[in-house]
Every structure is written in structure tokens, then in C-alpha cells.
């Protein structure tokens, strides 16, 4: 993934399950005057019922919705409506599909310790059981070039921090 590129036409917040992609994208996207997409939205439901069975999505499960959310995110970048994109994007791989040859795409890596994410797992109502946390760091391959945000600092003051990197130097 290259560095942000000048100017970002597109964000994809990525991070394992529970690390605030979603609660940091949609107040980044508010901050920006963006769109906003979660990835989660768009999992076929054989994938939504996999992890509800605390069964860890394989590479072939996660292919076709990451070519969908790729199409979704082609579509905003090519019609100038920029976008943030929440979606765990765990490999290089994937975020090399997400990514594809659009220029402007720019990537912010949401994490912090897995203690944290637990503890913030446990707390909310969702699909996702926390119990596939473990299974996420498995796959996660953290990024070499993104704008890191330390997910126990508040949204609040992730944001303006993240707006300016995205404006550049
Ligand atoms: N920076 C933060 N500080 C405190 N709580 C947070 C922060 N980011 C997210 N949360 C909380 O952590 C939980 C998981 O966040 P969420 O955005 O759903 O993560 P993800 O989309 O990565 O699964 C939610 O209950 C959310 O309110
Ligand atoms: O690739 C995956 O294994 C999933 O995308 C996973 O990382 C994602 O986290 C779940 O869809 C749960 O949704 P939350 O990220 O909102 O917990």
C-alpha cells in the first residue's frame, strides 16, 4: 500500500474485529464530509453466520466481498464522491484487492492491545463473538505504510490528527 497519497480521495479504515474501525470511520467521515461505508454491511449472510458459529472466515470466504467492496469503493473514487471505507482488511492481499489500481486510496490501521479490544468486544451487541478475537490477530498482517491510530486514544482526538496526515506534509 503506497503512502497517502495528495489528496486522498478514499480512506479504508482497517483493524481486527473491535478495534473501532467503525466508531473512528464514521466520525472521520463526518469530520471530512465523506461517505461512509462499513464493510460489515456487505458480508454475505453465510459469512455472518460462519463467525456467528465462532468459525474464523477462510481467504476463499472473504473474496467475493472483498471484490464487492472494491467495485463500492471504485464507484466513489471514480465519480469524485470521496469515501471511508471501514473494513478489517487483515492481509496484504486483501488490501491489495480493496485497493486495486484506483490512485488516492489512503489506509489508517486502527490498533491497540488485544486486552482493550476484548474488554470492548464484551461490551457491545454484535454478530461478531469475541471469541474470534484471537483468530483475527492470527490473521492479521500489520501494515507497513498507514497512518496508525492508537485506538485507546478518544475518536475525538484521532480524527483531526488523521484529516491532517490525509492533507499531507
Ligand atoms: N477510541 C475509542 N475509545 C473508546 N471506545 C471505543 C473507541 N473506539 C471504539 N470504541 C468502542 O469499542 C467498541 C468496538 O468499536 P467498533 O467501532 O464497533 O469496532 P469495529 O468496527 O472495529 O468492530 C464499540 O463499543 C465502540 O463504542
Ligand atoms: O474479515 C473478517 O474476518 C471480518 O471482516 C471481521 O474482521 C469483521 O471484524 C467482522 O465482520 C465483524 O465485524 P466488526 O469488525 O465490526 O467486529
Redesign the pocket.
Given at each position: 500500500m503506497p503512502s497517502p497519497p495528495q489528496p486522498a480521495r478514499a480512506v479504508i479504515v482497517m483493524?481486527v474485529?473491535?478495534?473501532?474501525?467503525?466508531?473512528?470511520g464514521r466520525a472521520l467521515a463526518a469530520h471530512l464530509g465523506w461517505a461512509f461505508l462499513d464493510a460489515d454491511d456487505l458480508h454475505p449472510p453465510r459469512n455472518r453466520e460462519k463467525m456467528a458459529r465462532v468459525e474464523p472466515l477462510t481467504d476463499e470466504d472473504r473474496q467475493p466481498w472483498l471484490e464487492t467492496l472494491h467495485a463500492r469503493l471504485a464507484a466513489h473514487v471514480q465519480a469524485g464522491n470521496p469515501l471511508v471505507l471501514?473494513c478489517s482488511a487483515l492481509k496484504a492481499r486483501y488490501r491489495r484487492t480493496l485497493t486495486g489500481d484506483l490512485d488516492g486510496v489512503a489506509l489508517v490501521f486502527?490498533h491497540g492491545p488485544r486486552d482493550v479490544i476484548a474488554a470492548?468486544?464484551q461490551?457491545?451487541n454484535?454478530f461478531?463473538p469475541p471469541s474470534l478475537l484471537d483468530s483475527q490477530f492470527a490473521a492479521l498482517e500489520p501494515p507497513a505504510q498507514a497512518i496508525f491510530a492508537d485506538?485507546r486514544?478518544?475518536?475525538a482526538e484521532?480524527v483531526p490528527g488523521i484529516a491532517a496526515a490525509l492533507r499531507g506534509p
Open positions: 483493524g474485529s473491535g478495534s473501532g474501525k467503525t466508531t473512528l471501514a486502527a470492548r468486544m461490551g457491545r454484535h461478531m485506538i486514544r478518544p475518536v484521532l
